[in-house]
């Protein structure tokens, strides 16, 4: 299964977590969207296990990232 980029996945699941705080109707429907975006992009086909999913795959790319170390600006480029 493709994953989607980390930054992508907590753009998402910021976007909708903030348009679900106001019951507007248009943020309804921009939730809705994101519901399905969330869900798509995790492999799920209900919004709160796609936003846990999502959650946990964010917490490991972060213990991924820190497990890595620093980064030192001198890694070889893969294209030249």
Not at 5 to 34: C, F, I, K, M, W
């Amino acid at each position: 299964m493709l994953m989607p980029h980390p930054a992508v996945l907590r753009t998402l699941v910021d976007e909708y977590t903030a348009l679900t705080q106001d019951g507007s109707a248009e943020n309804q429907a921009q939730a809705r969207d994101l519901a399905y975006t969330l869900c798509v992009s995790t492999g799920t086909r209900d919004v709160r296990h796609a936003l846990e999913t999502a959650r946990q795959w964010l917490e490991a790319a972060s213990g991924a990232d820190a497990a890595a170390g620093p980064s030192t600006g001198h890694e070889p480029h893969a294209y030249a």
